[in-house]
């Protein structure tokens, strides 16, 4: 990689559809799901470093972030973008691989794909998705979004080239489609937890 790769982990919304919890301390077959996204990052060749975007109402995220070694940045809450902005704002030039914190399944080999990809498009941002009739029926409540009349489930992997002097402005991303199901499994609310453990048991294809 040309450009210096840092991760960088959402981890401040407020799970609305999840009762107001926080989503990534969750447990999945006993381990807070941030867990298994930083297991995932720890162990993919091409990263350098990782960082967590959290907020106030994060609390309980935050204080595991610190037992865990880390020293999460805390965005004011306003949303996934907003926060995302305010964490670019201060970062230096650089590759940056954004990931949500609610994917259980995800594992290096999709984080390596997708920097991958963006050495074959270099548009300033990218955001990867899943087409949605390979993934409907993984998770009970899916964000769909729709690409030029086909519909996709977002796969929680974004990748943002910030250049020096470049104002980003994260309104029109390039969408680039992946072939890995296993993104599909989205968790949002409490049958997506059930779902995704029966997934990494291996009981559910």
């Given at each position: 990689?040309?450009?210096?790769?840092?991760?960088?982990?959402?981890?401040?919304?407020?799970?609305?559809?999840?009762?107001?919890?926080?989503?990534?301390?969750?447990?999945?077959?006993?381990?807070?799901?941030?867990?298994?996204?930083?297991?995932?990052?720890?162990?993919?060749?091409f990263i350098e470093g990782i960082d967590f975007v959290t907020s106030l109402f994060t609390p309980n995220t935050n204080r595991y972030l610190e037992e865990e070694g880390f020293r999460p940045i805390v965005?004011?809450?306003?949303?996934?973008?907003?926060?995302?902005?305010?964490?670019?704002?201060?970062?230096?030039?650089?590759?940056?691989?954004?990931?949500?914190?609610?994917?259980?399944?995800?594992?290096?080999?999709?984080?390596?794909?997708?920097?991958?990809?963006?050495?074959?498009?270099?548009?300033?941002?990218?955001?990867?998705?899943?087409?949605?009739?390979?993934v409907k029926g993984l998770s009970s409540s899916p964000t769909i979004i729709d690409v030029d009349g086909r519909q996709y489930q977002p796969s929680g992997l974004r990748v943002i080239r910030k250049l020096?002097?470049?104002?980003?402005?994260?309104?029109?991303?390039?969408?680039?489609?992946?072939?890995?199901?296993?993104?599909?499994?989205?968790?949002?609310?409490?049958?997506?937890?059930?779902?995704?453990?029966?997934?990494?048991?291996?009981?559910?294809?």
């Amino acid at each position: 990689m040309a450009l210096p790769v840092r991760a960088v982990v959402m981890a401040g919304g407020r799970a609305t559809r999840m009762g107001r919890v926080e989503k990534q301390m969750v447990n999945i077959l006993g381990r807070p799901m941030i867990k298994y996204v930083i297991d995932a990052l720890k162990f993919c060749e091409f990263i350098e470093g990782i960082d967590f975007v959290t907020s106030l109402f994060t609390p309980n995220t935050n204080r595991y972030l610190e037992e865990e070694g880390f020293r999460p940045i805390v965005a004011s809450g306003s949303g996934y973008i907003s926060d995302l902005r305010e964490y670019l704002v201060r970062a230096e030039e650089g590759l940056y691989v954004v990931v949500s914190s609610d994917i259980p399944t995800l594992r290096p080999k999709h984080i390596e794909t997708v920097l991958r990809l963006s050495l074959v498009h270099q548009e300033e941002y990218l955001v990867f998705t899943i087409p949605y009739d390979m993934v409907k029926g993984l998770s009970s409540s899916p964000t769909i979004i729709d690409v030029d009349g086909r519909q996709y489930q977002p796969s929680g992997l974004r990748v943002i080239r910030k250049l020096s002097g470049t104002n980003l402005k994260l309104l029109a991303p390039l969408y680039i489609p992946l072939v890995f199901r296993e993104l599909g499994i989205n968790v949002n609310t409490f049958e997506d937890v059930k779902r995704a453990e029966l997934y990494l048991m291996g009981l559910e294809k």
